[in-house]
Nanobody
Framework: QMQLVTSGGGLVQPGGSLRLSCAASGFTLDNYAIGWFRQAPGKEREAVACISSSGGYTPYADSVKGRFTISRDRVKNTMYLKMDSLKPEDTAVYYC???????????????????????WGQGTQVTVSS
């Protein structure tokens, strides 16, 4: 059974940092495109950052470029999202996902293709507030 378990969310002040973790079981992350997504109340789910299955592409949303870093640990079979310089507008539920998706240099995937990331974590709340 393919499963992703997310951890690391919480409350942080503006300018602070958090690291989200997403541990995979039942499959090897290396064989899939992986990504982090977020959804704020009343808004559509958006792709934050991804890594292509080859590892050659790591596109980021413009709103997080230079502040967030996605990574993958092959030994631990875990993906991470390091978030620095957090802003109140980063407040959302964050989800990790993996799937057989073509990730390009410029984009994780079109919103209509998000479902092709077939395996999703349970989501973790990130709240940025003073």
């Amino acid at each position: 059974q393919m499963q992703l378990v997310t951890s690391g969310g919480g409350l942080v002040q503006p300018g602070g940092s958090l690291r989200l973790s997403c541990a995979a079981s039942g499959f090897t992350l290396d064989n899939y495109a992986i990504g982090w997504f977020r959804q704020a109340p009343g808004k559509e789910r958006e792709a934050v950052a991804c890594i292509s299955s080859s590892g050659g592409y790591t596109p980021y949303a413009d709103s997080v470029k230079g502040r967030f870093t996605i990574s993958r640990d092959r030994v631990k079979n875990t993906m991470y999202l390091k978030m620095d310089s957090l802003k109140p507008e980063d407040t959302a539920v964050y989800y990790c996902a993996a799937g057989l998706v073509v990730v390009t240099s410029g984009s994780c995937a079109a919103p209509a293709e998000y479902a092709d990331f077939g395996t999703w974590g349970q989501g973790t709340q990130v709240t940025v507030s003073s």
